[in-house]
């Protein structure tokens, strides 16, 4: 059976999401996995958002693992709704495979290059993002290419039989 992955990230918000869900979805399938988006959920431009809200969390259920694009969108840390499902597929014990994590620069960092004007305490762990979200994914990487690599190792160990 094919792992199912569910595509994470603001990518539903950008002019070309099809496009970009689409080339997800054949880089997921050349590596064996079934790549599922937001507009596979089935509900159409005149929903609520209650109900496109809990498709997404119908998707994840269904899915084995979650596929997150973690770029910054509109400020420093990533989409508050991607964010959202990283945590409800944590709770549910999937993994949490992401990409477009850039290490180079921290939160904190990005905090204080002026987008926030709040003067709330700023935490400083060295992290890309908030440290609840970066310190609970199964592992961060720069590209989505690296990321679906990833899937696709730990898919392998999962359904390698151990010997002691």
Partial sequence: MQ??????????????A?????DLKARCLVHGMIGLSPCDSGVGGSADAHMIRNRNLEL?????????????????SADCGTVYECGYASALNKPVFAYYVWQDITYRDKVLAGVTQDRAAIEDF????????AT?????HETPEDAISALVTYFKRLHTPQHD
């Fill in 3 to 16: 792992p199912r992955v569910y595509l994470a990230g603001p990518t539903c918000f950008l002019d070309d």
């Fill in 18 to 22: 099809q496009q970009l869900y689409d």
């Fill in 60 to 76: 994840i259920q269904s899915c084995d693992a979650l596929l997150a694009d973690l770029r910054p969108f509109r400020g420093p």
């Fill in 126 to 133: 060295g992290l890309f993002d908030n440290l609840m979200l």
């Fill in 136 to 140: 609970g994914l199964q592992s961060t």
